[in-house]
């Protein structure tokens, strides 16, 4: 009965917000960038997917994004042709994330929490909900694990966008599956029994006011700087002496699942491979100058492979992602920290690193890349962000030149956008359509959160 009241109370809420979104602006140029902008989404608290997670077909025609009523599905091929016609595909579905190789969308039913992958900062459960401790599958020849588990209950599924049919995907508890559907991972909180990893001697956690702003006393920042410093002080305090971890993959096919690659680290941002269904990326979570963060490791559990060591203090390289052809691992260097910034990326198979010099302003929380890799994006950011940038709120898009340079373009300015995930904010997100004409992302500027597209080619010139 209290639960039929509240649906019938909350109604005239729905409407409310409805009414309100058909109130914003679907269609518009951006004043100063002159490039045009088009609202993807209808409904109020719609959101883009964490920037690194597959929200295209395999073909490139169509695109995913969360909603409050599910997962919905776009052509993204008519944009600008035609007002956009957003279907929820996957009502009450969450944790979508389309298949690399089948036009299906992989997504989570029934539990609790919301759309989160990981650890927060990584797509989370949302700040404040309770995370429940819960019992992994046993390793091969040992007992259960306790899991960190990367989802509150529910069954995995696949959607088919063709035959319009549903799937359970056996043995799965997370949409984190490999490009050739025979592999899924939890991580657990577990020592190696065999004894070959011992634990490292404790640490004591470095002050991190001293390390960020040397010098300097907490009343000469700004307030911006001070909620960056107390923000590192938390992460400090976990980084220095992190929990045995392991991965824990589950054969799709059998069932089987065998517990590999004991370390002590907080694992997080795992990402398979979209070409080499048995190779996952994956980092040391944490204060990013007080760690070696990029990581791969095979799912038998062997190569564990350090993919980019610093070379000075305070050096940081993280929020790493695949190239779409899965021969380079990308990632947002500093060297170091806060003062000299690049997109660096280092090739598997030689491990030769590419490093492309990207001003303070252009600094950005996220960045993507073409399927072609002929173009990057970034989300920009806002004071309280390591680059601590007076003007780097824009959506922005980089061509490389044969120089070994980037040339910046601005693609939409987010000065009314809040960032700072903590107080209310969103990370945008984005992504650039497959066929390089777009780029999708999330924005607040107009109140509520809202899926956007902005066209690569500008309608006019900006505003001098």
């Known amino acids: 009965m209290h639960r039929l009241l509240a649906r019938i109370l909350s109604v005239p809420l729905i409407l409310s917000a409805l009414r309100a979104a058909d109130d914003l602006p679907r269609d518009w140029i951006d004043p100063d960038t002159g490039h045009r902008i088009i609202r993807l ?21 169509k695109l995913i994004f969360n909603s409050p009523s599910g997962i919905v599905l776009l052509d993204v091929t008519k944009l600008g042709t035609e007002p956009p016609k957003p279907e929820v595909a996957v009502p009450g579905g969450r944790g979508g994330y389309f298949a690399r190789r089948t036009p299906e969308i992989y997504f989570v039913r029934g539990g609790g929490g919301g759309f989160g992958r990981g650890t927060r900062g990584e797509g989370a459960t949302p700040p404040g909900a309770p995370v429940p401790r819960d019992v992994g599958a046993p ?67 470095r002050p991190q006011l001293a390390r960020m702003f040397p010098g300097k006393t907490m009343e000469e920042l700004t307030p911006e700087q001070r909620y960056a410093v107390t923000k590192e002080e938390g992460l400090a305090r976990r980084t220095v002496n992190p929990p045995g971890m392991a991965f824990t993959f589950t054969n799709l096919k059998t069932g089987e699942a065998r517990t590999v690659g004991y370390q002590y680290g907080s694992l997080n941002h795992m990402q398979f491979s979209p070409t080499d269904p048995n190779l996952l990326l994956y980092c040391h979570e944490g204060t990013w100058h007080e760690v070696d963060r990029v990581w791969t490791i095979r799912t038998d559990g062997s190569a564990m492979t350090l993919r980019h060591k610093r070379t000075m203090d305070m050096e940081i390289a993280g929020h790493e992602f695949w190239s779409h052809d899965g021969q380079t691992i990308w990632f947002d260097l500093q060297t170091p920290r806060s003062q000299v910034f690049w997109i660096a990326g280092v090739e598997l198979a030689t491990g030769k690193e590419t490093r492309y010099p ?68 969103i ?38």
């Open 139 to 205: 390793p091969v020849g040992g007992a259960p694990i306790p899991v960190n588990p990367d989802r509150r209950g529910g069954e995995v599924f696949a959607y088919h966008l063709e035959t319009k049919e549903t799937r359970k995907i056996s043995h799965a508890s997370r949409t984190l599956i490999n490009c050739d559907e025979t592999f899924t991972l939890v991580t657990a909180t577990a020592e190696d029994p065999s004894g070959k990893n011992p634990k490292p001697p404790p640490r004591e956690a």
């Open 41 to 61: 989404s209808t409904e109020p608290g719609s959101s883009t997917l964490y920037f690194h997670d597959n929200a295209y077909s395999p073909r490139g025609d």
């Open 358 to 425: 990207i001003d303070r302003d252009a600094w950005s929380v996220h960045y993507n890349i073409s399927r072609d890799s002929t173009l990057f994006m970034g989300d920009g950011g806002d004071e309280t962000q390591v680059a601590f940038s007076k003007n780097g709120m824009w959506i922005n898009l980089f061509r490389p030149q044969s120089d070994g340079t980037l040339r910046r373009e601005k693609l939409v300015n987010m000065a009314k956008h809040n960032y700072v995930t903590g107080r209310g904010g």
């Open 427 to 464: 990370e945008p997100n984005g992504s650039i359509t497959p066929d390089n004409r777009w780029v999708v992302f999330s924005g607040n500027f107009h109140g509520a959160r809202h899926v956007y597209a902005v066209e690569v080619f500008a309608a006019r010139k900006p505003k001098p």
